[in-house]
């Protein structure tokens, strides 16, 4: 066989191999593709049910804290036992409690055993002496410890909230039973956020028995290990709360494009070998005559028209040459039209951004004004009425170890209150607000620099000119970020803080004696986070047109330099 006799099959062996791969290789990887975003899928939605079973753990750890602390503050003191207001205390939160259906005190008898001292009941369905047998009781009368019981009875589960009751010496004497009803409305609701769908979200005791439950039960519906299936554990008791959902359910969509994709990939594949096969026997002669002009357009050379041939299939390739021509030529100067009209979006977009982030910035200063004031008027008002009423118990004729825990107590509330001060001031330091930016710069550098024994002085020249609210806390958080790292990083022992009005901006130079750095080695903020309180810095300025200039070297000291400038003022005629 002559080497032309043969030129023909290599053609079409070599295209029906390449439209045959290049046609199976992407259905492979779709296929692939949606393997994996269905495994990722799978994963993330088991991250969320396991962040929502904690998050449901930690509510339910809340409320069992509650209702604890409550009954313990119920309990009153020895003096209360003895005059029968514990009774009384005690039976009133009962009453108001939603969630309670017995409250039972069990003391010591005269044997060295127990009994039931006292008891109030809902229901008539409880027997006190069953909790008479609960090892946790014994644990709270012979250890004083708090806690949570799980009383198993044919009829239902109940929760059992003990509390050791002390005497004068320290001694428990009672154990004040509070049984709960773990159906109530209140745990259920807890629980009902986290049954999704069809599935089910339980409250499970360390032995694996169910104590309630909301949702589809499993008891209903077969578990299957295609379920979604996480937990949450408890703090105050060894419990957990486990969530269960159908996976085909949880995925949704997802789950039903999958399963058509998979049916029709075959469909595909056979499409896409029928597609070889009549490319391969649709080029039986070589292509001569078009293979300067290919080159020529493969070169980038759109200009010069692919000449006629003859009408055959060289001649139809010929003329889809050209018209393949004209098309590039016509998309490459679509493609410059939009390059530049993307160019304009992405400017305009960029603008948007800097506005939006703007507004985010604004928004986060008004929380950090709102949280201060809310802790001056209250929180700070709290603390100091309980000062108040501490004072007036100290006058009060008391024992001598009760007037020494009153004491501390106060001095607890005094720390607390200068605590609350500090934040209020961290938050959004008031002198910002009263008298201005740059009485808080000296407020800024006397509590950040002075505390680490590094001298400062202040040289301020005040501005004819003031910036906007925004362009002053935007600069003073660029200047608290500035004298931060010198109090925590620099080991200077003296700043100076510089602040001139110039021609078109106000400059703050803030210059230290420390150690310095290579300005280079944080240009770009490292997985460790070094850089990131300058990168900040820069962003936050830009935000206002701002600038920030950094000059430092190792053993030479660093040098800051913010520049805000002012608003331009609109002349209308």
């Not at 028995?209 to 589809?216: H, K, N």
Request: hydrophobic letters at 45%; proline letters at 5%; a negative charge.
């Amino acid at each position: 066989m002559s080497p032309m006799s043969r030129r023909p099959y290599s053609i079409r062996r070599r295209v029906a191999l390449l439209v045959g791969v290049g046609a199976l290789a992407p259905t492979l990887l779709a296929l692939w593709t949606l393997h994996s975003a269905f495994d990722d899928v799978s994963q993330h939605l088991l991250e969320e049910h396991q962040l929502l079973a904690r998050s449901l753990a930690l509510h339910f750890d809340h409320e069992l804290r509650e209702h604890l602390a409550s009954l313990s503050a119920a309990t009153g003191t020895p003096e209360d036992w003895v005059t029968g207001n514990a009774r009384r205390t005690l039976r009133a939160a009962f009453l108001r409690s939603p969630v309670l259906e017995a409250m039972v005190v069990i003391g010591k008898d005269p044997e060295g055993g127990k009994k039931v001292l006292w008891q109030e009941l809902r229901h008539q369905d409880l027997v006190s002496e069953t909790l008479l047998a609960l090892p946790e009781v014994d644990a709270a009368m012979g250890q004083g410890r708090q806690g949570v019981a799980h009383l198993i009875e044919p009829q239902r589960s109940r929760l059992v909230f003990l509390v050791p009751v002390r005497d004068w010496n320290g001694q428990v004497t009672n154990v004040v039973c509070a049984v709960a009803n773990p159906g109530a409305p209140t745990w259920l609701a807890i629980l009902k956020q986290g049954a999704l769908g069809s599935g089910s979200a339980s409250l499970v005791d360390d032995k694996g028995r169910v104590v309630t439950g909301a949702g589809l039960a499993p008891a209903i519906r077969a578990v299957s290990n295609d379920d979604i299936s996480a937990a949450g554990s408890l703090t105050v008791v060894p419990w957990q709360i486990v969530l269960r959902q159908i996976r085909p359910e949880a995925l949704g969509p997802f789950a039903v494009q999958r399963t058509r994709i998979l049916v029709l990939s075959p469909l595909l594949l056979i499409l896409a070998l029928l597609f070889s096969w009549g490319a391969t026997h649709s080029v039986t002669e070589p292509l001569k005559a078009l293979n300067v002009a290919a080159r020529r357009i493969a070169e980038g050379n759109l200009e010069v028209s692919v000449p006629p041939q003859a009408d055959d299939e060289v001649g139809k390739l010929g003329r889809s040459l050209e018209a393949m021509r004209v098309a590039l030529k016509t998309s490459l100067d679509d493609l410059t039209r939009s390059h530049d009209i993307l160019e304009q979006r992405v400017q305009a977009r960029t603008q948007e951004l800097r506005q939006l982030l703007s507004k985010i910035v604004s928004v986060q200063e008004d929380e950090r004004r709102r949280i201060a004031r809310e802790l001056h008027d209250e929180t700070c008002q709290t603390l100091a009425a309980l000062g108040m009423k501490l004072d007036a118990a100290l006058s009060a004729p008391t024992p001598a170890i009760v007037h020494e825990r009153l004491t501390e107590a106060r001095a607890f509330a005094g720390r607390t209150l200068s605590d609350i001060h500090a934040l209020i001031y961290d938050l959004r330091p008031s002198v910002l607000d009263d008298l201005g930016l740059f009485p808080a710069i000296r407020w800024l550098a006397e509590h950040s620099l002075a505390p680490a024994n590094i001298a400062y002085r202040c040289e301020v020249t005040l501005p004819g000119r003031t910036l906007s609210s925004e362009r002053e806390t935007t600069l003073f958080r660029a200047i608290q970020e500035a004298i931060r790292n010198v109090a925590r990083h620099s080991e200077a022992t003296q700043v100076l803080i510089q602040v001139e009005e110039r021609e078109h901006d106000v400059q703050v130079e803030i210059e230290d004696d420390g150690h310095g750095f290579d300005t280079g080695s944080v240009a770009v903020p490292g997985p460790s986070g070094r850089g990131l309180g300058l990168l900040g810095m820069r962003e936050r300025m830009s935000m206002v047109g701002g600038a920030v200039e950094v000059i430092s070297s190792a053993d030479a000291g660093t040098r800051v330099i913010l520049r805000v400038p002012f608003e331009e003022e609109n002349h209308h005629g």
